[in-house]
């Protein structure tokens, strides 16, 4: 894989449907290239959602990105690594680790940056769909 991607695959809070407020921050540096899958796993961690890789054929669905200005890589990820916890005090352990993926999309492989969960999953319960948004909203409801 590539190392100078330029891309980011987002599949929790960061993609557009959630309305979180740092999805202004990515749509200011990056433009959407649509849905995506990747091989990965979702595990219910209680409080929200957590993704880990994997090379089974599970897959987990969310919007592939592209930065705008290669000029801004490092102050875009920089970014980006805070608010996902990456950056953490001596001693602590990252909440997410920032790492290479293939994206699938419209029958293309895509290399793209992507955030996983960095935590222990024992005992977590696995979430069979592949699609955050579709499982929250299941999980809300009366």
């Known amino acids: 894989m590539n190392n100078n991607s330029y891309n980011l695959f987002v599949y929790g809070s960061l ?15 990056f433009k ?6 990747v091989k990965g796993q979702f ?3 209680g409080t929200h959602p957590v993704a880990i890789h994997t090379t089974d054929d599970h897959f987990i669905l969310g919007e592939l990105y592209t930065l705008n200005n290669p000029d801004d890589f490092s102050w875009a990820f ?8 990456v950056h953490v005090e001596p001693g602590e352990t990252p909440l997410y680790k920032r ?8 029958d293309q492989q895509i290399t793209a940056w992507i955030y996983w ?7 977590l319960p696995a979430i069979e769909t592949g699609d955050v948004m579709k499982y929250l909203q299941q999980k809300n409801q009366p």
């Open 15 to 29: 993609r557009s449907g959630f309305r979180n407020p740092a999805y202004q921050y990515i749509t200011q540096f």
């Open 43 to 45: 595990f219910d961690k």
């Open 32 to 37: 959407c290239m649509g849905e995506g899958m």
């Open 99 to 106: 790492a290479l993926v293939t994206v699938y999309q419209n």
């Open 78 to 85: 920089e970014q980006l690594d805070d608010y996902e916890g």
């Open 117 to 123: 969960y960095n935590g222990d999953i024992t005992g």
